[in-house]
């Protein structure tokens, strides 16, 4: 009889690494992303508990993100729910963190 194959535990979830390797350059995107929605939150009128429910996390993950320290990355859902609910476009934020770095826009 054989032995069960080990397997080595992943660390995608857990916060050490990224799940997916990481392009160079992307990290500064990914920061100057973040910086911006955080940007958007202190600025916007919008109440916490609104951009939580659409980014379906608490209110307080939202809070902490607005009044904590800052952070060099964010969720994706949070990061595309305070665009939208700050009446911003994720999608053209990123296009212009990417052209501002170099890389082509399609």
């Not at 080595?8 to 990481?22: H, Q």
């Not at 995107?29 to 609104?50: C, E, F, H, I, Y």
């Not at 209110?59 to 800052?70: C, D, L, V």
Request: proline letters at 7%.
């Amino acid at each position: 009889m054989s032995e069960p194959i080990k397997r080595k535990a992943s660390a995608a979830g857990i916060g050490r690494e990224p799940a997916l390797p990481v392009k160079p350059g992307m990290d500064k995107v990914a920061s100057k992303l973040t910086r911006q929605a955080r940007a958007r939150l202190r600025r916007g009128n919008v109440p916490d508990t609104q951009v939580a429910r659409a980014a379906s996390v608490n209110r307080m993950t939202i809070q902490s993100f607005r009044t904590g320290a800052p952070r060099n990355d964010m969720s994706l859902s949070m990061f595309i729910a305070v665009f939208n609910e700050t009446g911003g476009d994720p999608a053209q934020a990123i296009a212009t963190a990417l052209d501002t770095n170099g890389k082509e826009v399609a």
